[in-house]
């Protein structure tokens, strides 16, 4: 294995939570309060529903192969030449989210809070903190998230606080919106709660793989959940029609915040939340970019491309996403249907009709 590191389920679950919410949570909530309005967390639950298909696709397929990624099992099921296809493709999914999350974590930093200071500086700082625990292996990127989830205990205290803002008829009326608006509203979510997808890439290093079913589960449902309150916070606030109108309607929910005039001003609780939870992400896709391309290329070691795919990843980010944030976070969820949902679901199908892989538990009973 180029990876000779070892996670346990807990370590997995905390790093699958802290590589779907940091973005999300800023980002979900203006686009399903768009679509779905009022019913954004009917949505939710939607996307949580197609989540856990997601992560039942994924792991499943994983087991099938042990001690294999996804970039590894797709030549043995799909063949040399076709399998290459459908890694590189994967490779690229990897590096594509991790370079437009580098971008939106400069995109962030630059207009909340240094208007006067150059995106790519935040850029190259991202890369360089990530690159440093990407080279060190899974088990360092996993002891930097532990520093990261205390952090995420404020956003609970912000949410708390900020209930005395909060309006219940700002849910009604329910259904009002209708189930195409609110299957609209879902596909964002699904989005990031697909990301689940990674997990393909660390299942082989688990303490115990057979775990990695509760592992998907319980993440994408604390994901779901955190983020269904996430949206929640927003809509009860300001309502669906005044909510959907700003980028980052968490960061103004906290910023409204205010208790005796004298606890106030929790914004820099999202600053927090956002400046690690994007360095762990950032981790997550580097670390997945940079392992799945040496499995890729057949090398015996994954640390010689840390550093050519941390220009790669920086130069993308910087050059090809140079567009309108809103446009393209618009239009992401929909370039992520096939690897996350067409193409897994197509592998495993193949997989059984041709008996590739060992037979899961499930299968055998």
């Not at 996307?47 to 992560?55: D, E, K, P, S, Y």
């Not at 903190?129 to 609970?156: K, M």
């Amino acid at each position: 294995m180029l990876e000779h590191g070892k996670i346990d389920s807990k370590q997995a679950i905390l790093l699958m939570i802290s590589m779907i919410l940091p973005t999300a949570i800023l980002i979900v909530p203006a686009i399903t309060l768009k679509y779905a309005k009022q019913d954004a967390w009917l949505s939710l639950i939607l996307a949580t529903l197609v989540g856990l298909l997601i992560a039942w696709l994924v792991v499943s397929l994983s087991l099938r192969f042990p001690g294999k990624t996804i970039i590894e099992y797709t030549e043995e099921i799909l063949g040399r030449v076709l399998g290459k296809i459908v890694g590189f493709l994967y490779i690229y999914t990897f590096m594509r989210i991790g370079s437009g999350v580098c971008r939106e974590f400069g995109f962030f930093l630059v207009t909340a809070m240094m208007p006067e200071t150059p995106m790519i500086v935040f850029i190259i700082i991202a890369i360089v903190i990530s690159a440093y625990a990407v080279r060190n292996g899974l088990e360092v990127l996993c002891r930097f998230n532990q520093l990261f989830i205390p952090v995420t205990g404020l956003l609970v205290i912000a949410f708390l606080l900020s209930t005395t803002n909060m309006k219940l008829t700002r849910l009604l009326p329910v259904f009002d919106t209708g189930l195409l608006s609110i299957a609209q509203g879902a596909v964002s979510p699904i989005a990031w709660l697909g990301e689940i997808l990674t997990l393909a890439m660390i299942i082989p290093y688990l303490t115990k793989p057979k775990e990695a079913y509760r592992v998907a589960v319980i993440s994408v449902l604390l994901s779901g959940f955190i983020l269904m309150i996430n949206t929640m916070e927003s809509l009860l606030i300001f309502g669906p029609d005044l909510a959907n109108h700003w980028l980052y309607p968490t960061y103004n929910a906290v910023r409204v915040v205010s208790i005796a005039n004298f606890l106030e001003r929790l914004d820099a609780v999202i600053l927090m939340v956002w400046i690690l939870g994007g360095f762990i992400k950032i981790g997550v896709f580097y670390y997945a970019f940079v392992l799945g391309s040496a499995q890729w290329m057949g090398l015996k070691d994954y640390r010689p491309l840390v550093l050519p795919a941390g220009l790669i990843m920086g130069a993308s980010s910087y050059f090809l996403f140079g567009i309108n944030i809103v446009e393209y976070y618009s239009h992401l969820p929909y370039h992520l249907i096939l690897p996350e949902v067409v193409i897994p679901l197509l592998l495993l199908i193949v997989a059984l009709a041709k008996g590739k892989g060992k037979k899961s538990e499930d299968e055998a009973t």
